[in-house]
């Protein structure tokens, strides 16, 4: 009954959006699980989330904030396992992230940002420390959590110790951590976390991805009035439930449910099974392929149909979320001090090249989005694009250069503070590092350079030697491997010896 009521719904306001026709239909479901969010939720969803320039009063929390400490606050918005591109204003015509989009608006957002490891573990060690791994020796095998060393270099631990009031929520990935060092609220949880709990779908109580979403709400909200904050939200979604439900390996939000279910997803880029025959045995048998099988399958596919149409539902889940905390920075009148970063741990193929999941060097796998929303930048910048090369090593340096702490010793990344401000610095780098080193079943090593115009990859344990070479300026999409093309041969042996070069240097 239900399902036909919303149809009719949809049906009827087909000049509502999707998002905002299921949000009517959710509105009072939610209110009813947390009354303390009622506000922020009921105004997000009217769709009057973070206009830059219209503060609220602070009815709802009472709360003055007069901070004596002018640092801005940092709220980073970290996503596990999110497609650079599944965003309306990346062009996605079907995906709902009215609120993504917004910030992307109002903010400034980077054509061309990267992870140097696509792996939640050794990605989120390179987030925390401004390393490659190469340095930091976090992989995924044998990892069971940062070390001391590693938490003192982390960025919330210098923050910390610089006045900032330090808070994580959600998926962290690094294991334990000192105690009191890095957070002074810490609310992550370890591991993969679940959506419901363990054995159960669909769960009881409040999914995940809002849970998180409360949490961060109220944390912000609690935030001490003195000092500046700087707060990251690690989202589980829209990353699988590894090892749950074998029907639901993405489980949504129920604020979520029937979104996009009557959309024909599209096939994605190189996913005709020709291409995928065409690839060295060691790709077509790797775990990418395998998941393939089980979570995918062909575009045409009732499962693959299903998965994606449930990780688009993820995202749009999460985009809700952000709503509600760019809600809370309007209602205690701190979105003219708070910078927000948006952003991923990596990518992820869905179904390009017949691969799902992460780890190798292709676009989709190392790619990430990337939004900066700093309101203290003048107007013009407000839905700007930045093209420079920005690495998931450059958070730490970027964040120290907001509040003002000195750059600390052996960070590889670069502040993107310039980037962020219009700036054109003449020696930023043109070109990058890729490395994926850690080793699990059927996950080739690969290593690989990136500059502005060609990629090359080179898998590490094949036998014979496996290597991959693009030119991006004219084949984006990575179709046309060009290692055997003697016309090449010059630019193969060029960016082999980038590679070794890199290698060295990285470590
Ligand atoms: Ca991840």
């Given at each position: 009954m239900e399902l036909i009521r919303f149809i009719i719904i949809l049906l009827i306001l087909n000049n509502l959006s999707l998002v905002q026709a299921q949000l009517l239909e959710v509105g009072e479901e939610a209110a009813i699980i947390d009354v303390s969010l009622t506000d922020v939720e009921h105004d997000y969803r009217l769709g009057t989330a973070f206009t830059k320039n219209e503060f609220g009063s602070s009815d709802v929390y009472n709360q003055t904030v007069d901070k004596q400490d002018t640092r801005p606050n940092i709220l980073v918005i970290y996503v596990d396992d999110l497609h650079h591109a599944t965003f309306g204003f990346m062009g996605d015509p079907i995906i709902q992230t009215p609120n993504v989009d917004k910030l992307a608006e109002q903010g400034v957002a980077f054509r061309n940002a990267f992870v140097t490891t696509a792996i939640c573990i050794t990605s989120r060690g390179n987030f925390m420390t401004g390393r490659y791994a190469a340095r930091t020796g976090i992989y995924m095998d044998g990892f069971d959590g940062l070390s001391e060393e590693h938490a003192a270099m982390a960025y919330p631990t210098r923050l910390k110790e610089a006045g900032y009031y330090t808070g994580y929520v959600g998926k962290w990935h690094l294991g334990e951590i000192p105690e009191g060092v890095v957070f002074d609220n810490d609310q992550k949880f370890l591991g993969q976390g679940y959506f419901w709990d363990e054995d159960e779908w669909p769960g009881e109580g409040t999914h995940l991805t809002d849970r998180l979403g409360n949490q961060a709400v109220e944390m912000i909200r609690s935030a001490p009035g003195d000092q500046p904050f700087a707060i990251t939200v690690g989202f589980k979604a829209p990353h699988v439930q590894d090892g749950f439900h074998p029907v639901e390996p993405y489980p949504a939000s129920p604020s979520t449910a029937v979104l996009y279910e009557l959309v024909e997803m599209p096939a994605p880029h190189l996913s005709d099974p020709e291409f995928f025959e065409s690839q060295p045995d060691f790709i077509r048998e790797s775990l990418g392929r395998v998941r393939w099988e089980y979570r995918l399958g062909p575009p045409e596919s009732l499962n693959f149909q299903r998965s994606l149409r449930r990780y688009y539902r993820m995202v749009t889940g999460v985009d809700e979320q952000l709503g509600k905390m760019m809600e809370v920075l309007r209602k205690t009148n701190q979105l003219d001090n708070t910078i927000v970063v948006f952003t991923s741990d990596h990518g992820m193929y869905l179904g390009e090249r017949g691969l799902a999941g992460k780890w190798l060097g292709h676009e989709p796998s190392i790619r990430i989005p990337l939004i900066v929303l700093d309101p203290r930048l003048p107007e013009v910048h407000q839905g700007t694009w930045r093209d420079p090369m920005a690495l998931m090593i450059d958070f730490k340096p970027t964040f120290f250069e907001w509040a003002g702490v000195s750059p600390a010793e052996g960070v590889q990344g670069k502040s993107l503070v310039p980037i962020i401000n219009g700036e054109n610095p003449p020696d930023w780098r043109t070109e990058f590092f890729y490395e994926h080193h850690?080793?699990?079943?059927?996950?080739p090593r690969s290593e690989g350079v990136r500059t502005e115009r060609y990629k090359y990859l080179r898998y590490l344990d094949s036998d014979p030697l496996y290597e991959e070479l693009y030119d991006l300026e004219t084949d984006p999409g990575e179709v046309t491997n060009l290692t055997d093309d003697p016309e090449y041969e010059g630019l193969l042996q060029e960016m082999r010896e980038k590679w070794e070069q890199w290698r060295e240097s990285v470590r």
């Open positions: 850690s080793f699990a079943d059927r996950i």
